[in-house]
């Protein structure tokens, strides 16, 4: 399945983004979870938020929660993260994942940066 990250930008602190991650081919019927994560530079990729088919689970990391809202819509094969009251501690380059039932594989979109300034 090939995913594409859309949203990403630069924004003041205090400010908010909504990114988007669209399955846009392959098996995208066999999607179950899907998540979000973040690299910043020089650091290793973090979990932002994770959520699970139909929406009905979702995790999120103790530094975005509060702020940060996973959401799906398997009708359109597509998750989004809305970030609200961000921090520049925030910025990096923000991954969506996705496992398919019956794969072993993971699957990663090409990632969309995202700044936050002071």
């Known amino acids: 399945v090939q995913l594409v990250e859309s949203g990403g930008g630069l924004v003041q602190a205090g400010g908010s983004l909504r990114l988007s991650c669209a399955a846009v081919?392959?098996?995208?019927?066999?999607?179950?979870?899907m998540g979000w994560y973040r690299q910043a530079p020089g650091k290793q990729r973090e979990l932002v938020a994770t959520i699970t088919s139909g929406g009905g689970n979702t995790r999120y990391a103790d530094s975005v929660k509060g702020r940060f809202t996973i959401s799906r819509d398997d009708a359109k094969s597509t998750m989004y993260l809305q970030m609200n009251s961000l921090k520049p501690e925030d910025t990096a380059v923000y991954y969506c994942?996705?496992?398919?039932?019956?794969?072993?594989?993971?699957?990663w979109g090409q990632g969309t940066q995202v700044t936050v300034s002071s």
């Open positions: 994942n996705a496992a398919l039932r019956g794969d072993p594989n993971e699957y």
């Open positions: 081919s392959g098996s995208t019927d066999t999607i179950k979870a």
